[in-house]
């Protein structure tokens, strides 16, 4: 039971459910785009929430890429893919922010296009499962809503930023490493798949399939990015991450951070995006000076 109760509360906040609630909440639009089929999965109508700042624009934009949820009833009902306070952090610097559900969660139904194959048995991984089909497909709707912000007339389509959390995290850099146009850095928080924290693993089941596909985005990369990761993440452990990044840096014609933050106090520091502002506040808007953005 207490095991359930655990694991339900590690897949709320990974997915960005928790926020601290804001005096003066940022409004919310719902749009919608449509991402192309893909493998066996039929096109679908994906929600954006879209949030900005006062004025009519062209704002600078951040397209926010969540987390993951493993069952069934989890992704049946996300409804809110980016935490309200994170919202107000890139709105108070002067950003529009751009957060789809992607297909498969949420309002979007339907199957599990996400699905990493991986399972584990006796608190350990006894299958790694195969991530490129939920990459390809994760991949996909990022773009598509990348594309959709580029014919939007509030948007300033050469002045973009690629975040994600968890699994948002891993596809942003996978993405961010394509050179998308009117992309001008990509910051990676908390990036990983295949975790287990509920069942005690401490490590990805896919730890290899993951730094072989940091390794091939470096070899691509020459965007700037940014990569932020807690020591005591209960999802990838202490030693995965700055081995990831190592093998993605190694290639990277783009210039590439890695901040080890210290360990969230009383918190998982998976949940570093939610918690650990202190940490990653100035090392985001150092990483966002040293883009040149226009005034």
Not at 216 to 233: E, F, I, R, S, V
């Amino acid at each position: 039971m207490l095991k359930a109760i655990v694991r339900s509360c590690l897949l709320i906040l990974c997915l960005g459910y928790f926020s601290v609630a804001l005096a003066n909440e940022v409004a919310r639009q719902i749009e919608s785009t449509r991402v192309p089929a893909i493998d066996q999965f039929s096109e679908i109508e994906m929600p954006l929430h879209v949030f900005k700042p006062e004025g009519n624009g062209p704002f600078r934009v951040v397209l926010f890429s969540h987390g993951r949820a493993t069952s069934d009833a989890d992704r049946a009902s996300f409804s809110s893919p980016i935490p309200n306070g994170h919202v107000s952090f890139w709105v108070r610097r002067g950003f529009a922010v751009v957060a789809p559900i992607r297909p498969g969660y949420g309002p979007t139904g339907g199957a599990d296009r996400e699905r990493s194959g991986s399972k584990v048995v006796n608190h350990q991984c006894r299958d790694e499962g195969d991530l490129k089909p939920f990459l390809r497909r994760g991949v996909l709707a990022i773009k598509t809503a990348h594309n959709w912000i580029r014919t939007q007339s509030w948007a300033r389509k050469d002045e973009i930023i690629l975040e994600g959390q968890s699994v948002g995290g891993l596809l942003t850099v996978v993405y961010g490493s394509t050179n998308p146009p009117g992309v001008i850095g990509f910051i990676n928080f908390s990036g990983g798949a295949a975790g287990y924290p509920a069942d005690q693993i401490g490590h990805s089941c896919s730890e290899n399939q993951i730094s072989r596909a940091y390794e091939l985005g470096g070899q691509t990369n020459k965007t700037p990015n940014l990569w932020l990761y807690a020591k005591n993440d209960g999802f990838w452990g202490p030693n995965a991450p700055p081995l990831w990044h190592s093998v993605f840096a190694k290639g990277s014609q783009g210039k590439s951070t890695f901040v080890f933050t210290p360990p969230l106090d009383g918190k998982d520091g998976h949940f570093l995006l939610n918690y650990g502002g202190k940490y990653w506040g100035t090392p985001v808007d150092t990483f966002v000076r040293t883009l040149n953005l226009r005034q």
